[in-house]
């Protein structure tokens, strides 16, 4: 049996305010076409398929359509809930929609009872577990003492493990959506681990033939038996130069068989441009980028007016901008320093300066403020 492992489709994303509907359509659309050309036969998709809780009829819709896709290029398909998913919402219908191959695993209770799939050496037994929280799980699964993730993780892959020993010789997946030790983290993911406390040890995991893990956006390898297929675009300028993928994993009579990566294509890169606005609007090295989407650090000395404005009339899809020039800290002296031996006027009038891109005072600000500072002179004495 061959399974497409995915994760983290985040349907409904934005980056940096630009929708990304279209991007999340084209990639997860595609998967159908791998289904087809690796012969893959069943899809799971381990956590936070939607971005948000309540997602919109949009992002539904291109869900919707997706699924759809790959139920028709002839795979089935498993999905549970993130921690950015309502399970109870994408729990909606799932006996109904099981017919059509579409096995949503979005309930607690039910966590131990599996998607059986069959090939010619017989059974798979699929399990999917929806995101743990842990002051909610420990009721669910009657376990109250249960306080961290690992905690509640662990009673329900005892759940699993007791299961599996009533089905002698059913190889066997789980799916499941944590931070699990050993994984590296990227700045897009909503933190389920405060202070360690949800840092679960891969060994929770044990007596499964594959674990299809879910949470972390970076694809990367625990053990052999335990990876994260990691989101199928970047969703933050610190995922610009991962590659993102999934995994293709065959089973054969005795479980695991062997595990390869496939790569994903990449509908619109990320890029960081540095420089000054000038350089990034002139520069001809830039133009293989112009179509990306751009996350600007302006080095200007003085903040340009309206860069963004500027910058977008060649690189449409920039969305995100950043000055690290004129910071006036850069001679590596502490404020105090730069301070010493100056005037209340100076230090108000280079104040004045630099909320104004740089625009000076005139002589009548400079009046103006002159007359200020001696009348909270005066009022400061009378105290």
């Known amino acids: 049996m061959r399974l497409l492992h995915t994760s983290d489709w985040h349907i409904g994303r934005s980056l940096h ?39 919109s009829a949009d992002a539904s819709g291109v869900l919707d359509r997706v699924v759809g896709r790959l139920l028709r ?27 059509a191959g579409l096995h949503v695993r979005a309930a ?44 509640v993780l662990a009673e329900a892959m005892e759940r699993v493990r007791r299961d599996l020993f009533l089905r002698p010789g059913v190889r066997s997946v789980v799916l499941a959506h944590a931070f699990v030790g050993g994984g590296v983290p990227s700045e897009s993911e909503r933190d389920i681990c405060v202070g360690g406390v949800d840092l679960v040890p891969a060994a929770v995991f044990d007596g499964v033939d594959y674990v299809a893990l879910g949470h972390l956006h970076r694809p990367q390898t625990i053990t052999p038996r335990l990876r994260y297929s990691g989101s199928p675009l970047a969703y933050s300028f610190g ?56 996350s600007a650090r302006l080095t200007d000395d003085v903040r340009p007016p309206d860069p963004m404005r500027q910058l977008q009339t060649r690189f449409p899809h920039c969305v995100h901008l950043e000055w690290t020039g004129g910071t006036g800290g850069g001679d590596g002296r502490s404020y105090q320093e730069r301070l010493r031996g100056r005037s209340d006027l100076e230090v108000a009038g280079e104040f004045v300066t630099h909320v104004r891109n740089g625009i000076a005072m005139s002589d ?11 009348a909270a002179g005066r009022e400061e004495l009378t105290r």
């Open 108 to 151: 607690t209770a039910g966590l131990d009872e599996p998607v059986l799939l069959r090939d010619e050496h017989g059974e798979v037994a699929v399990y999917g577990l929806p995101y743990l929280e842990p002051e909610l799980a420990r009721h669910e699964l009657g376990v109250p003492g249960a306080r961290s993730h690992e905690a």
């Open 17 to 55: 305010g630009a929708d990304l509907l279209r991007e999340q359509e084209s990639v997860l659309s595609g998967l159908a076409d791998v289904v087809v050309a690796e012969s893959v036969d069943v899809v799971v998709v381990a956590g936070d398929v939607y971005d948000r809780a309540v997602p």
């Open 239 to 294: 995922e610009a130069r991962q590659e993102k993928q999934v995994w293709l994993v065959d089973l054969d009579a005795t479980g695991l068989a062997g595990v390869r990566p496939l790569p994903l294509p990449t509908p619109r890169p990320l890029t960081v441009l540095t420089g000054t606005l000038d350089d990034l609007l002139a520069d001809p090295a830039h133009t293989g980028v112009e179509e990306h989407f751009v």
């Open 73 to 99: 290029a002839g795979a089935a398909v498993v999905l549970t809930p993130g921690n950015h998913d309502s399970a109870r919402r994408l729990g909606t219908f799932s006996g109904l929609l099981s017919a």
């Open 364 to 374: 009548a600000e400079r009046e103006l403020l002159v007359r200020a500072l001696g």
